[in-house]
């Protein structure tokens, strides 16, 4: 099993910053890829931005040039930077962990438990 603690989360002001950190701990030598997705009331979790192991980055389109996402391997911590953040960023961001499973290549996923942002106007 592979656990995640998230934090960093808060209230900031429209065009703040934020930082939110992510260590996975337990069998974290089978993780694959790491990211960050959140969820506004009413709407489905999106993905906001991932990396894999090594390095390789995504990144949802409403977040491009204002969101990094890190990772540092040796720590088994994923980070995301926020800038210029607007309202619409308001959400419960939760972290994910992806295993692989087995030599063909399953993965499953591992969530945190979500970290509150909100942005005020």
């Known amino acids: 099993q592979v656990q995640l603690v998230e934090s960093g989360g808060g209230l900031v002001q429209a065009g703040g910053s934020l930082r939110l950190s992510c260590a996975a701990s337990g069998r974290t030598f089978n993780i694959n890829s790491m990211g960050w997705y959140r969820q506004a009331p009413g709407k489905p979790r999106e993905l906001v931005a991932a990396?894999?192991?090594?390095?390789?980055?995504n990144y949802a389109d409403s977040v491009k040039g204002r969101f990094t996402i890190s990772r540092d391997n040796a720590k088994n911590t994923v980070y995301l930077r926020m800038n210029s953040l607007k309202p619409e960023d308001t959400a419960v961001y939760y972290c994910?962990?992806?295993?692989?499973?087995?030599?063909?290549?399953?993965?499953?996923?591992?969530w945190g438990q979500g970290t509150q942002v909100t942005v005020s106007s």
């Open positions: 994910n962990a992806q295993a692989l499973v087995n030599v063909e290549g399953a993965t499953r996923d591992h």
């Open positions: 990396i894999s192991s090594g390095g390789s980055t």
